[in-house]
């Protein structure tokens, strides 16, 4: 009887330890699901703030560029000039701040200027093999007509080889298929997808700039002189030097200079008889790539738009618009 007793109370006990064991289980799988379901709102409303930060920093962009009146477009102007903007930002946003760059697209290289009807744009091809086979990027003259005859192939709306280019053929034959687009290139990052285009190329590495910084899909054809970074500098004439180069950078970044003119460098000392085309440069743009990141923390939100801006400078058309 004794014994029995004892081996009830043994598995009664044995019972109130499992009990208590699930309960204190439970308790803790609880807990830990509260925290996690109160960190990921957290992080979720940290997120919506940086959101709208982030678009503050685009506002802000958009009324600089509308603010300009000058009748050119430079690297002197307050909209190519954020730093200051972003440092005031810090007291307009409780434990938040905003980072703001403005480029100007027109003053890169408009690649889907490079076909017309589905020849050679000669001006912009002469533009592009100058870029690639320059100081800069370095390609051979080879590597260099293979990538723009390539580039020329994916935009025209022919299934014809150029040169050394590829149509839907080679494509097809890749170990993961896509069809050639025949058509203008929507975003820069297009580009990736033809051949000969590397990601070293398009990206840039420590001794090159990269692609995606001297292309656009936007423009008529035009660089603005003011603005062009200096590998499209470089490549404006095949007489243009380094030292060139230098100089009209010097030049543009003074703003006691008047660079209303697109002819303004051939008042540069040193950086005379250049040939540039007749109508291949300009000193006034209209469309711009606007890139906020609104910041709190180690937490960042970064928005990146292209937007047109009209000639009234009433307003802005919003082209398009990314969230990373």
Not at 57 to 72: R, T, V
Not at 85 to 111: C, H, Q, T, W, Y
Not at 141 to 153: L, P, T
Request: glycine content about 8%.
């Amino acid at each position: 009887m004794i014994s029995n007793q004892s081996n009830q109370r043994g598995v009664a006990l044995i019972l109130v330890l499992l009990m208590i064991s699930i309960i204190v289980a439970v308790t803790i799988q609880l807990n830990r699901s509260t925290r996690s379901e109160v960190y990921e709102a957290a992080n979720l409303s940290d997120g919506i703030r940086m959101r709208y930060v982030a678009e503050s920093g685009f506002y802000a962009g958009e009324a600089l560029l509308l603010a300009d009146k000058n009748p050119f477009d430079a690297l002197t102007e307050d909209w190519a000039k954020t730093e200051m903007l972003a440092l005031k930002s810090e007291g307009l946003f409780d434990n938040g701040s905003f980072k703001l760059l403005i480029e100007d697209e027109g003053g890169r290289i408009p690649v889907n200027r490079l076909v017309s009807g589905n020849g050679y744009n000669a001006p912009v091809r002469d533009l592009l093999l100058r870029l690639l086979t320059g100081p800069y990027f370095r390609l051979s003259q080879d590597q260099a007509d293979e990538v723009v005859d390539a580039i020329k192939d994916w935009i025209d709306t022919d299934d014809e080889v150029t040169g050394s280019g590829a149509e839907g053929g080679y494509y097809a034959g890749l170990e993961k298929p896509y069809a050639a687009k025949n058509a203008p290139l929507d975003c820069i990052e297009e580009l990736l997808m033809v051949k000969g285009v590397t990601r070293e190329l398009f990206y840039g590495t420590g001794e090159s700039p990269g692609l995606v910084l001297c292309l656009t899909v936007f423009g008529d054809g035009r660089i603005n002189i003011n603005t062009a970074p200096k590998p499209v500098l470089r490549a404006l004439s095949a007489e243009m030097t380094e030292d060139a180069v230098e100089r009209l950078d010097e030049y543009r970044r003074d703003e006691k200079n008047n660079l209303a003119d697109p002819a303004w460098y051939n008042r540069v000392q040193g950086a005379t008889g250049l040939n540039i085309p007749a109508g291949l440069t300009s000193v006034l743009s209209d469309t711009f790539r606007i890139t906020a990141v609104g910041l709190q923390g180690r937490m960042t939100q970064q928005i990146t738009a292209v937007v047109k801006r009209e000639a009234d400078r009433k307003k802005v058309k919003l082209l398009s618009w990314k969230v990373d």
